[in-house]
């Protein structure tokens, strides 16, 4: 008798099994650990690459997205253009009873009020004041706070920074900035016209006050980002397809549907014209994964006043110059990682075994396959086994070999970092039943159930998990 299978229950279940098998690390460990680092374990680098690899030919689909690889530290001119340097902080608050930093805004959100990110320091503080009595340190209980600050996100670096007076130099917040400042580069390349994006993938750094949540709030992590440049009478319209076409992607990748949903924003930064978050329902609650926002013409104009490059394009059928607007998507790789991990979860037994699986589409699966010989002492299936997996790494190199332990503890093993198919090579492989000569049994994770095939079945399989 099946039980019905019981979706992740916490954080922690989730982060014990990825550093278990290898899909995360927490970051400087053996020096007692860096806060909002973590490192990519084997399968991590691999779950990473596919889904990097299915965003980027998500993009590609479109023929008028282009690449772009932009650099991690750039002119601090690019930051004081973007508003940055002025403006993007975080309010911290400090508790002064256990001294633990903390967000103003969240411990406001716990009694429902909202901060809105419009609010000078002042008005912060105000606010503040003015719910202190209910305001409870999440950490240790107590009620006794500082004053608010705001603490901008930036991270400094002193890369190319030699002698006092050089200009100041940050490790880049957000990879946009890269892609408005080579609008014109690519443009220029003669292969693209507006309204056309540019894409790409890549590290950014913020100093978050307080980085939690696994991988959700990271201090360096990794953002897909797309920068979409339309005439303006054409920008709504293409920020709806981009709205629709996101939330497409994840219900196409298998995410539960009841798991995800659509926010909008009320208070918009003053150049936007609108914006959402595509939310997923973490394990700890609603949260966003990735923002689609229509910018307005703010970042080219901003760039061409302070760069003073003309950004502007030349419409010929009006015979004028204008600055193109921009809708974009932007997704963190970690928030995607946390949500495909924890969504594939699940806790169920088959054939009266109690255990974990990851049910990943094979899309996003690190391992395709694992391949077996059904005993490990019989050198001719060990032999024809490895054969068959050299066969199958021609189609996929993610092809694992598991010759440890009964098969009922290999197929555990694969289970619990989600590969889709477990392969045996038995004596019928070999000719003992002449029918079945090279035929496998191939093993589906979900079910457990198994099925006779050939090779050129098999391989059909693997190519599907591409
Ligand atoms: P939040 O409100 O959660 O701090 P944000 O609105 O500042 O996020 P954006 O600046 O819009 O985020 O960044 C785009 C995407 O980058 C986010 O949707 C998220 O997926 C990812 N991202 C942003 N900050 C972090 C972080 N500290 N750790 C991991 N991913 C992040």
Sequence with gaps: METTPTPLASLETLTALCKRRGFIFPGSEIYGGFAGTYDLGPLGVALRKNLVDLWIRSMQSHDNIAQLDSSIVTSGKVWEASGH???FSDPLVMCKACHSKLRADHLLEAVHVAADEKMSEGELNALFDAHRAELVCPVCGKKDFGQVTAKNLLALTNLGMF????????LRGETAQGIFINFKNVLDTGFYSVPFGIAQVGKAFRNEISPRQFLFRKREFEQMEMQY???ENEA???FAEWKDERMAYY??????ASKLRFKQHENLVFYAKDACDIEYEYPFGWGELEGIHYRGEYDLT?????SGVDLRV????RKEHFIPHVVEASVG???TMLMVLADAYYEDELNGEKRVVLRFNPKVAPIKAMVSPLLKNKPELVQKAQEVRAFLKKIHPAIAWDDNGNIGKRYRRQDEIGTPYCITIDFDTLGETPELKDTVTLRDRDTGSQERLTLAEVAEKISGTI
């Design 85 to 87: 340097v002025s403006g």
């Design 163 to 170: 002698e006092e007076g050089d200009a100041q130099v940050y």
């Design 229 to 231: 440049f339309v005439p």
């Design 236 to 238: 709504r319209a293409s």
């Design 251 to 256: 219900k196409a990748l298998g995410i539960s």
């Design 302 to 306: 901003q760039h061409q006043k302070f």
């Design 314 to 317: 030349y419409d010929e059928e």
């Design 333 to 335: 790789v970690d928030r």
